[in-house]
């Protein structure tokens, strides 16, 4: 179909499979490290907010090394979890894993923005009304929030439709397996008559980020329309 291989098909699937899972699992550490350095000062703030933000510091390669001695089968944490049947080296879990650190920093960021932007007013008259600190969490913060949070998710699934160099370095380039659209983009650039087939999926890759991006403008645009009429 369209010219596509099914291993390019693949390809294309796997990274879907791992930007999603990525994403949907950064959703709830991310929104609490955001709330949690938007709204508390305590001890190590700094530190925290710093670790957040390392990876988009650290070449992506260094990042994915150190993944591989922490969760690698050999590695800090790894030997233990592969005990219970959970192993990220050299599968698409790990992968994700990859990509789910690379994006969390993005993630984190646009929420926290988004989550200083609200009047913390409304989170004390909420407050004074008797409701809980997790109600006014739930039901102030978040929805004045949310289209910060869409964007800070939609930010993180297009960063994980573009890892590359710590994937590659903790799960390797494993067809099938561990095998994303960037690494088969760099794998058929190093064999001859791979062009053609790589500035496919090339274009298939900017496709799914502009579709990303033009989602996340629109959902973002409703629920601000939504919060402004409430």
């Not at 799960?171 to 088969?184: D, M, R």
């Not at 496709?207 to 629109?218: G, N, P, Q, R």
Request: charge should be positive; include cysteine; aromatic fraction near 8%.
């Amino acid at each position: 179909m369209l010219g596509f291989t099914p291993e390019e098909w693949t390809a294309v699937a796997l990274s879907l499979r791992v930007a999603a899972v990525a994403t949907l699992a950064s959703l709830g550490p991310g929104l609490a490290v955001a709330w949690l350095l938007a709204r508390r000062r305590f001890p190590g703030r700094a530190l925290l907010d710093g670790l957040v933000h390392l990876p988009l510091i650290l070449p992506p390669v260094v990042t994915g090394y150190l993944l591989l001695l922490t969760f690698g089968r050999r590695g800090l944490f790894g030997s233990a979890l592969a005990e219970i049947g959970l192993v990220f080296s050299f599968r698409w879990t790990g992968a994700a894993l990859a990509c789910a650190i690379m994006g969390f920093p993005l993630m984190v960021r646009a929420m926290r923005l988004s989550i200083e932007a609200v009047d913390r007013r409304l989170e004390q008259a909420a407050a004074t009304l008797g409701a809980s600190p997790l109600a006014v969490f739930l039901t102030v913060t978040v929805p004045l929030s949310l289209p910060g949070c869409i964007a800070g998710a939609v930010l993180a699934f297009a960063k994980a439709m573009g890892e590359f160099g710590a994937t590659i370095t903790f799960v390797s380039n494993i067809p099938g397996e561990t095998q994303t659209l960037p690494s088969a983009i760099y794998t058929l650039t190093q064999v001859p008559g791979g062009e053609g087939p790589a500035l496919r999926l090339t274009l298939i890759s900017i496709a799914l980020s502009v579709t990303a991006l033009l989602v996340s403008e629109f959902l973002a645009a409703r629920v601000a329309r939504r919060v402004g009429a409430g």
